[in-house]
């Protein structure tokens, strides 16, 4: 796959420049049809999601600017470089560890949606609240990019996010960008190709716990899941969920549904449909 | 085999952590994001632009200025639609329904079809869809740009914390306010969006009154009403201020309802703790004015006036019929208003209103047209219209209408007004209420609740009207 694919338009200079990827990517709105890659975009409340989520779709989801808007999932897909993707915008949270409704679609979605790649849009002006539902995320997945949205704003309030440094620290691409005018949208394409197409190996940051008897609880509890559904990747975090008496996760390891979340399960799911 | 075995050693093992371990969970996730924040954010010194959003918010969060912006802001959005909407629906009503409708009479001639079906379709279907789009669209597309410019900068959260106090008071959840203001917009919108209210009981309360809020279908008639009946109490100059006002004030009366409303669910069948909760204020941002122009238009406007014209053909078709379909000597809408004609005399309408409201049940939108219908075809032949037939009107005609066929008053007009605000939802609304509860029980009382509160408001000011001798 090469960045000169479909970019006859332009002259030659410009078709084989990397940042030129604009003509790669196809809206293609609500359009059904078979998809490769399954893509969630989560984040806080009012960070810009369906801004993003719009930009890439071409759908004009309703964007207001207070927390909250998105009460339910939307689905929309693009093309880019010749692979379609299925868009999920789910509902803004703080969080994924208290219970309401908002948290468990998001949460669902995340551990049993088994999206190919998460985009996790962070408002770079409250950074540090962000980060805490991306550490969360990324105990779920690590197959996650980091859109660093509002950088403008930041900008605008003194503040400068590093984001090589962040990406170092979190072990995922983040990529900086301001959705509202549409920079950074070819990076972000671009990381989530990456990340999807094993281009990128991600190794998200996995918090450890600084009480050690919960530490030992969650690795002993981690091993046995580990033992009973071999593959599934996210063992620590369902250990974690399965300690603080989860029900959906509970449900889901009675019923056996959890040992469908492997590794092996999520390729075999994705070849079928697969054309590249 | 067994899985349960999981959740057995998962039990086990939680039974020997501290009661407080999950604290130390978030703590250790907090820790965390605060050490990476710590290494990859720079801070300049605060510039400029921090204090003038500062000082923005201390106006518009100000316990009184707050208020006062609220009212004015309001009172300057309904101003902008009912004085820009003037011209624009007088030329789309002498286009469609004047024009419209003797073209296609005349198209229609030649053909020889019977006459029951041209008047079934033309003069029904036709002429209730074109009155529709004509009182409408002008309207909506002023309305709804307005509203989303301010959404899109970031007021609405701002109404939020400014009415938060109130709704705490009521025992209801401040977040209703926002579900309250999308509800402005469409009231089957505003009972979706109450999902942001987590606890059930609050759910419910803001579920029941976000009929108060008065939706884009019932704009028209207050509309209407405040421009031919209350505007013209004043000289000119200040009809449209008159009107803007009386439209802010039934506006306004919707909130106080709906405060009495969820107080009085919150202190009877709804009891319970006022939940706490943490409300954004998101930064001021620029609007995006052509986007917001094209996004309203196309996504707003457009879909909810597909709406009102998939529901106003029918209605036209059953207003038709029921005129135009004669048991005894009198049409069926002359038997069935003649049923409702003591009620309506009780609540200062007459049986007419009420008639159209119950044709009107699955959209609220076709209610003037189906009034003005029904008073002309049932009312003496002040003009010549056929049974059944829309006359094409402008405002000042309509007024004519109403006061010598109709026989309205200034009681009507103002009954009329408060009526529109308090009467069931409308069919979209209340499906979606069953949608989102599941309860037969709360579907119901959401339904009949506002028309009750209707049927002894208007009841009230009719008799208090009568007894003083205004009317």
């Given amino acids: 796959m090469t960045a000169a694919d479909s970019s006859s338009n332009t002259s030659p200079a410009c078709g084989d420049c990397v940042l030129n990827n604009a003509s790669n990517l196809r809206k293609l709105g609500v359009d059904p049809a078979g998809h490769d890659i399954v893509t969630a975009v989560a984040g806080n409340p009012n960070t ?18 207070w927390s909250g808007k998105t009460v339910d999932r939307a689905e929309g897909s693009f093309e880019y470089r010749r692979r379609r993707y299925k868009l999920v915008d789910l509902p803004g949270t703080y969080s994924l560890l208290s219970t309401s409704h908002d948290e468990d679609i998001a949460r669902d979605f995340l551990l049993f949606g088994r999206p190919d790649v998460t985009v996790v849009v962070v408002d770079a002006t409250r950074l540090e609240r962000n980060l805490n539902l991306v550490l969360q995320i990324l105990q779920i997945t690590d197959r996650v990019v980091c859109a660093l949205n509002l950088v403008d704003e930041a900008e605008r309030n003194g503040l400068t996010v590093d984001s090589r440094h962040l990406t170092r620290e979190l072990g995922v691409p983040v990529v900086p960008m301001t959705a509202r005018r549409g920079t950074g949208m070819t990076e972000l394409l671009e990381a989530v190709e990456q990340v999807t197409s094993g281009a990128i190996t991600t190794r998200g940051k996995r918090v450890q716990h600084r009480d050690n008897r919960v530490e030992q609880a969650v690795s002993r509890l981690a091993e046995r899941i580990e033992g009973k559904f071999p593959g599934v990747v996210n063992t620590r975090w369902i250990a974690l969920r399965l300690l603080e008496g989860d029900p959906s996760v509970e449900r889901a390891v009675a019923d056996g549904t959890l040992g469908e979340l492997s590794t092996a399960a999520v390729i075999a799911a994705s070849s079928d449909g697969n054309t590249t | 085999m067994n899985r349960s075995a999981i959740l057995d050693e998962a039990a086990r093992l939680r039974a020997e952590l501290d009661d407080d371990f999950r604290d130390g969970i978030v703590e250790s996730l907090y820790t ?17 632009r921090t204090t003038w959003d500062k000082l923005l918010d201390r106006a518009l969060t100000h316990r009184v200025w707050g208020f006062v912006v609220m009212g004015a802001l309001l009172f300057g959005v309904f101003w902008f639609t009912i004085a820009g909407a003037a011209a624009p629906s007088g030329l789309l009503s002498t286009l469609l329904v004047e024009h419209g409708h003797g073209w296609l009479t005349r198209l229609v001639a030649p053909l020889h079809v019977p006459e029951w079906l041209t008047g079934l379709l033309v003069d029904g279907v036709y ?11 002008p309207p909506m597309a002023i ?22 106090r109130l709704f705490a008071r009521s025992g209801a959840h401040g977040k209703q306010a926002l579900s309250m203001m999308m509800g402005y917009g469409c009231n089957a919108a505003g009972v979706t969006s109450t999902r942001i209210i ?24 207050l509309i209407l009403m ?13 009809a449209g201020v008159v009107a803007a006002g009386s439209v802010v004030t039934v506006a306004f009366l919707g909130v106080l309802v ?6 009085g669910l919150s202190k009877t069948v709804l009891r319970g703790e006022t939940s706490v909760y943490s409300l954004e204020l998101p930064p001021y941002r620029p609007p995006r004015i052509w986007r917001t122009l094209y996004t309203s238009l196309i996504d707003r406007t457009l879909k909810v006036l597909r709406r009102a014209v998939t529901m106003a053909a029918p209605a036209g078709a059953a207003i038709w019929l029921i005129s135009n379909v004669t048991i005894a000597e009198a049409s069926l809408a002359g038997h069935l208003a003649a049923l409702l004609a003591p009620l309506g005399w009780l609540m200062g309408l007459n049986g007419l209103i009420l008639l159209a409201y119950v044709v009107a049940i699955p959209a609220n939108e076709i209610i003037v047209p189906t009034i003005l219908m029904l008073t002309l075809t049932l009312g003496p032949d002040l003009l010549g219209a056929d049974s059944g037939v829309l006359l094409e009107l402008g405002t000042a005609e309509t007024r004519t209408v109403l006061v010598q066929a109709g026989g309205w008053t200034l009681l009507t007009a103002v009954n009329l007004m408060l009526f529109s605000l308090l009467h069931n939802p409308c069919g979209t609304t209340i499906l979606t209420i069953w949608h989102e509860t599941r309860s037969l029980k709360w579907t119901t009382v959401a339904t009949l609740l506002p028309v009750g509160l209707g049927i002894v408001v208007t009841s009230l000011t009719a008799a208090v009207a009568r007894s003083a001798g205004w009317v």
Avoid: Q
């Fill in chain 1, 48 to 65: 810009g999601k369906s801004t993003v989520f719009n930009a890439l779709t071409g759908l004009r989801r309703h964007v207001g600017n």
């Fill in chain 2, 32 to 48: 965390e994001a605060s050490r990476i924040t710590s290494t990859t954010l720079s801070r300049r010194e605060s510039p400029a």
């Fill in chain 2, 127 to 137: 002429l209730s869809t074109a009155w529709v789009v004509a009182v409408m669209l």
């Fill in chain 2, 143 to 164: 309305f709804f740009p307005l509203f989303t410019i301010l959404e899109d900068f970031g007021y609405l959260p701002r109404v939020a914390f400014n009415l938060d």
């Fill in chain 2, 198 to 221: 987590d606890s059930r009981r609050e759910r419910l309360i803001a579920i029941i009154t976000n009929n108060f809020s008065i939706c884009n279908g019932r704009w028209p008639v």
């Fill in chain 2, 226 to 238: 405040g421009t031919v009946f209350l505007g013209k109490l004043v000289p000119p100059a200040f």
């Fill in chain 2, 258 to 263: 709906t405060l009495l409303v969820s107080w």
